[in-house]
């Protein structure tokens, strides 16, 4: 079983920048591939960014050119860097572990990030 343990949020003025980071342990790091998503009430998980083994990485188009997933497998750590935040950017965010091997889904305990004046 994948333990994921986020942090990171908080909150920022628009236009600012906030990192998160999300620790996956319980597994091979390397066989994992790993994303974030978001969730604001009342709303459907989206994904937001996911980078897989090999380094490859996927985001939503509303985070194109902002936001630059990655990830660090001396640390077991998936990064988020969110840079020209938005009001609408504002939501809880998740880390998410996708095993390549089983294709078994952890979830971190989410965090929440704010973007306000």
């Known amino acids: 079983q994948v333990q994921l343990v986020e942090w990171g949020g908080g909150l920022v003025q628009p236009g600012g920048s906030l990192r998160l980071s999300c620790e996956a342990s319980g597994t091979i790091f390397s066989t994992l591939v790993m994303g974030w998503y978001r969730q604001v009430p009342g709303n459907q998980r989206e994904l937001v960014a996911l980078v897989n083994p090999g380094g490859g990485t996927n985001y939503a188009d509303s985070v194109k050119g902002r936001f630059t997933i990655s990830r660090d497998t001396a640390k077991n750590t998936a990064y988020l860097q969110m840079n020209s935040l938005k009001a609408e950017d504002s939501a809880v965010y998740y880390c998410?572990?996708?095993?390549?091997?089983?294709?078994?889904?952890?979830w971190g305990q989410g965090t929440q990030v704010t973007v306000s004046s």
């Open positions: 998410n572990a996708r095993s390549v091997r089983t294709l078994q889904e952890s």
